[in-house]
């Protein structure tokens, strides 16, 4: 199995610009005296292409909208929110797994011992974890939005044909 920290790193890249930072809870640890009595060794490196990263945030920011399966969870505040829901095929784990411009989040609703989830909570119950621990951690932090890679070019497309937009077409997107 996975865990929420191995999944949060995993996802990481799609907001950092395709890069895949180390994990991590901590930078340093110091004593009374400001001395660092701990360090912890960080790696950063260039894992998917930016373009390719982007692509994938904007991807993931329509399962935070209209009829995503996390429509209406996002983080409010104009803060710019994507994520991915997750239901194993035997109903025994739910996930969630969420990104801001600030941080990474992957929540998980199960047992340790894979016993059936019997609830028709489904995989709102991660989401709402997901949400509330998002707005308390960036209470008061400026609401951002995921930067524009270079190189991506936005343009109408027709939902039914999946080709650009022409006039004739009944219903379009931005992709």
Same mark, same amino acid.
């Given at each position: 199995?996975?865990?929420?920290?191995?999944?949060?790193?995993?996802?990481?890249?799609?907001?950092?610009?395709?890069?895949?930072?180390?994990?991590?809870?901590?930078?340093?640890?110091?004593?009374?005296?400001?001395?660092?009595?701990?360090?912890?060794?960080?790696?950063?490196?260039?894992?998917?292409?930016?373009?390719?990263?982007?692509?994938?945030?904007?991807?993931?920011?329509?399962?935070?909208?209209?009829?995503?399966?996390?429509?209406?969870?996002?983080?409010?505040?104009?803060?710019?929110?994507?994520?991915?829901?997750?239901?194993?095929?035997?109903?025994?784990?739910?996930? @969630?797994?969420?990104?801001?411009?600030?941080?990474?989040?992957?929540?998980?609703?199960?047992?340790?011992?894979? @016993?059936?989830?019997?609830?028709?909570?489904?995989?709102?119950?991660?989401?709402?974890?997901?949400?509330?621990?998002?707005?308390?951690?960036?209470?008061?932090?400026?609401?951002?939005? @995921?930067?524009?890679?270079?190189?991506?070019?936005?343009?109408?497309?027709?939902?039914?044909?999946?080709?650009?937009?022409?006039?004739?077409?009944?219903?379009?997107?931005?992709?």
């Amino acid at each position: 199995g996975m865990s929420p920290y191995d999944l949060a790193a995993a996802y990481m890249m799609y907001g950092s610009g395709g890069k895949y930072t180390t994990p991590h809870t901590y930078t340093t640890v110091e004593d009374y005296k400001g001395n660092v009595i701990l360090k912890k060794e960080i790696t950063t490196v260039q894992a998917i292409g930016e373009d390719t990263a982007y692509v994938m945030n904007r991807l993931l920011r329509g399962v935070m909208e209209g009829r995503g399966t996390a429509s209406g969870y996002s983080v409010g505040g104009g803060m710019d929110s994507i994520g991915k829901t997750g239901t194993t095929s035997d109903n025994r784990d739910y996930w @969630f797994v969420g990104l801001t411009p600030y941080y990474v989040t992957a929540t998980w609703y199960g047992y340790d011992s894979g @016993f059936a989830l019997n609830t028709s909570v489904g995989t709102s119950a991660p989401i709402r974890a997901w949400r509330w621990v998002m707005q308390r951690a960036q209470s008061g932090l400026e609401a951002k939005g @995921f930067p524009t890679a270079e190189g991506v070019v936005q343009a109408n497309y027709c939902t039914e044909t999946g080709l650009l937009a022409s006039p004739g077409c009944p219903s379009m997107k931005t992709g």
